[in-house]
């Protein structure tokens, strides 16, 4: 069934690690082409998922981090954001320009994707594939092998790198012909279908909007609001308290230059003061949030402030919830 090619002509494929990719992938290696995987690391998309993924399912995976030039897209996206703040297809042709970089390096041809018309509201209709590789520079390149036996020819199919033969034709926002495929690729591991970009998540868009909206879009706080509570305080100054044990490690290992909340003789949350030098009444307002989360110290508690090589302790009260409600960053 499967014909083997005897060209040298590879694709560079964008992976993230859901189900569509790994099959795009899967796919065409089976069917005999040389397929290079590539997931494009950005504070918004990490990597765990996709390389889990690959190692699963006995994919060889290539990692670039594109941090800097996906900020500065999302500065002003060409065709602007969805529900949240994500930038969809913009995001994608982001994605596909670097990729096409990458081809000299790597001795590929073409790109790929696991797209499917139709199954993505924003960023996979006919007419948002067509805008995402024009805004690319790569349209006549681009290959979505699930689904091109419905898509209009480009380069490879033209001159013969891949056999239309060989492509799908997968369309709509069902998944019962990808679970098939999956099933004669011996692919039975993947993650469900949400939760590979954070900014289609409301909280972290939220953090995400308090930060562009303070002028302070830069990497370390970019991943802070990956994990924890957080407060805006005042313009220069957030609280952060981690929620659980893996958010306190998170925390601690991503900030470099805050003030650490510690409960003195109190196993529970860290807290993360990210401005350098709070006034008294800012601190104490920090404290108070931040010892509200320790249900078991009582009405008033000691918090260690570490800041540098200096510790100092304060006597602080629990917070009132309707207090702490007006500086949580939050919808829920």
């Not at 970089?101 to 696991?114: P, T, V, W």
């Not at 056999?163 to 369309?171: E, G, P």
């Not at 609280?239 to 490690?249: A, S, T």
Request: charge should be neutral; charged fraction near 25%.
């Amino acid at each position: 069934m499967m014909i083997k090619r005897t060209d040298a002509h590879a694709a560079i494929a964008l992976f993230s690690g859901g189900l569509d990719s790994i099959l795009a992938v899967k796919w065409m290696q089976k069917c005999g082409y040389t397929v290079y995987p590539v997931f494009f690391l950005t504070p918004y998309m990490p990597p765990d998922r996709a390389i889990t993924s690959a190692m699963e399912n006995g994919i060889k995976l290539i990692v670039r981090d594109i941090s800097a030039s996906h900020m500065a897209m999302m500065q002003n996206p060409v065709y602007g954001f969805g529900k949240h703040l994500n930038p969809c297809v913009d995001c994608h042709a982001l994605m596909f320009k670097h990729a096409g970089e990458m081809m000299a390096e790597l001795g590929a041809d073409y790109l790929i994707s696991g797209e499917v018309v139709g199954q993505r509201p924003m960023s996979q209709r006919r007419d948002a594939m067509n805008l995402v590789g024009k805004l690319s520079g790569y349209r006549d390149l681009l290959l979505r092998p699930l689904s091109q036996k419905i898509l209009a020819d480009t380069l490879p199919i033209r001159e013969g790198w891949v056999k239309k033969s060989d492509m799908l034709d997968f369309s709509g926002r069902g998944r019962n012909r990808q679970f098939e495929l999956a099933e004669a690729l011996g692919v039975h591991s993947f993650p469900a279908p949400a939760g590979g970009c954070l900014l289609t998540d409301r909280n972290f868009t939220l953090r995400m909007r308090d930060l562009m909206q303070h002028e302070s879009m830069d990497a370390e706080n970019l991943e802070l609001i990956r994990f924890g509570r957080h407060f805006r305080l005042s313009p220069q100054c957030k609280l952060i308290v981690g929620r659980d044990e893996q958010d306190n490690n998170s925390l601690e290992r991503v900030s470099k230059s805050g003030i650490k909340l510690f409960a003195k003789e109190l196993t529970g949350p860290l807290g993360i003061l990210t401005c350098p030098a709070p006034n008294p009444e800012l601190l104490g307002l920090a404290l108070s949030i931040f010892w509200y989360y320790h249900k078991k110290g009582g009405e008033e508690g000691i918090v260690e402030v570490h800041y540098e090589d200096v510790i100092r302790e304060y006597s602080t009260p629990r917070c009132n919830p309707q207090v702490l409600k007006k500086y949580h960053i939050a919808y829920d």
